[in-house]
């Protein structure tokens, strides 16, 4: 097996045991990327070869350090890494190098991975689309003419094609489940408050983002989440649960998994998209999960509402501080800091309400299944020379990111979700569906998610870059 395909537990296991060495992986690797990386575009500042070599000879050289003893990973570039260019994608930052790690690249390090380069991302993380004006557009590894999807573009693309096992991501409004979906591999959204972000500035009242691992496995994923899985004393929200590694399949017989499809009706999707979805669901089925279509479960208009005031409020604060460089700024980027800044807090009270309601009424679900099905995009990925898709299926879309309206229910209320590959469409690109629990299930929605996977094994059947 080609390390391009080898699972990250199998590697990491032949690292801890030596019989891989550090110095063989990082070689191999560099040559990796320089084949495959110059059409696609993912991985970015790049580090020095000479260095990453001699990273990976001191790593053979001295004691096993961690569960990601000599493993390379490239780093999504929304988060600071100590002596590396960290952009988030905009010209305003394209010269800024940390001086200090953020604390997920903090916890890869004392992990034992050695810190690579970056993933490419949209500018600021906004919009699932990865291209900006540092580094251009990532197309995907199935094509390189359409999107890879984003804001874990970058990432979804060096797992697709072998260019790193692992791979950090974030999510909001789907950064981490639309990009797997569209690139072959698994995505999860922890449950909020697993893994935690910076202590800086607010720490109580912003509760949409979440970072996350990704993988070409759960099993592999779950290695990862326990890495960046832990409590921070200067934050509020932290909950402490259970490791997730080493992850085994759980046994569906008898489990009970909703399938949310359209929302009723509301959501409109591309043709084939809900159909391979099923294809997946009936891939439960044959494994002895119940597999049973819901009625909508809120209105999802009221979803809507919330989500883009609490995200407009949200990633306003963010941009605040750019105020007097709105010149630099992308379109989407000013509209989500001008709608917040105009914001009342009565409004923001108003959403908070709304997801409150949905929150409970999500409960009630759960009481019944198991864990619910939606897709993981209403849309296929499409050229990487469009902003964004304005319709679908005759549908005007009238915001940047109405076309990821599927991805909010699990959003707005923080659930832990797993994106899993369905298989590929007419044009030959992929597809995933979301499968999500109540907060804090996290290991149990990875456990059904490994089960699928050991029954599918979309991205090892059909890996990215000819392999």
């Not at 350090?65 to 952009?87: A, E, F």
């Not at 409004?173 to 690139?183: F, H, Q, Y």
Request: with cysteine; net charge negative.
């Amino acid at each position: 097996m080609s390390f391009a395909t080898q699972s990250a537990v199998s590697l990491l296991g032949d690292l801890a045991s030596r019989k891989v060495s550090a110095e063989e992986l990082m070689s191999w690797t560099l040559e990796r990327i320089a084949s495959v990386n110059p059409a696609l575009n993912a991985i970015v500042a790049l580090r020095e070869a000479e260095v990453l070599m001699a990273e990976a000879r001191a790593k053979d050289a001295g004691p096993v350090t961690g569960p990601l003893h000599g493993l390379p990973i490239p780093v999504k570039d929304l988060v600071n890494v100590k002596g590396m260019p960290s952009t988030q994608g905009s010209p305003i930052y394209a010269d800024f190098v940390p001086e200090t790690d953020d604390m997920l690249a903090a916890d890869m390090r004392a992990a034992g991975a050695i810190l690579i380069g970056k993933t490419n991302v949209p500018e600021f993380g906004l919009g699932s689309h990865t291209f900006n004006p540092v580094y251009g557009a990532t197309g995907n590894p199935y094509d390189p003419s359409v999107t890879c999807g984003g804001s874990s573009g970058g990432a979804a693309v060096a797992l697709a094609t072998g260019m790193t096992a692992l791979a950090d991501g974030s999510d909001m409004m789907g950064s981490l489940r639309n990009p797997a979906g569209w690139c072959n591999v698994y995505g999860f959204r922890p449950s909020w408050g697993r893994v935690l972000g910076e202590p800086i500035g607010d720490n109580f009242l912003h509760q949409l983002s979440t970072l996350g691992p990704m993988g070409r496995s759960p099993a592999d994923i779950a290695v990862l989440l326990d890495v960046l899985s832990h409590p921070d004393p200067r934050q509020p929200h932290g909950i402490v649960c259970q490791p997730a590694a080493p992850l085994e399949a759980a046994d569906l017989t008898g489990m009970r998994i909703g399938w949310l499809g359209d929302w009723g009706g509301a959501y409109p999707f591309e043709p084939g998209i809900l159909s391979l979805c099923e294809d997946g669901l009936e891939v439960m089925r044959s494994l002895g999960a119940q597999v049973e279509e819901v009625a909508a479960p809120f209105p999802s208009e009221q979803i809507w509402d919330s989500w883009t005031t609490l995200r407009s409020w949200q990633v306003s604060a963010g941009l605040a501080l750019l105020q007097d460089q709105k010149a630099q700024l992308k379109d989407s980027a000013m509209w989500e800091l001008e709608r917040g800044l105009a914001m009342s807090a009565q409004e923001v009270h108003k959403a908070s309400v709304q997801r409150s309601d949905w929150f409970k009424s999500a409960a009630q679900l759960f009481e019944e299944y198991d864990a619910m099905v939606l897709p993981t995009a209403q849309v296929w990925p499409f050229a990487t020379s469009k902003p964004w898709p304005t319709e679908i299926a005759g549908q005007h879309m009238d915001t940047y990111h109405r076309w990821m309206e599927a991805v909010v229910p699990v959003s707005l209320l923080g659930l832990p979700s797993l994106a899993m590959p369905v298989g590929f469409g007419e044009a030959g690109l992929p597809m995933g569906m979301q499968l999500f629990g109540p907060r804090g299930s996290d290991v149990k929605i990875l456990a059904m998610g490994e089960a699928y996977h050991r029954a599918t094994e979309w991205p090892q059947k059909y890996p990215a870059a000819g392999e």
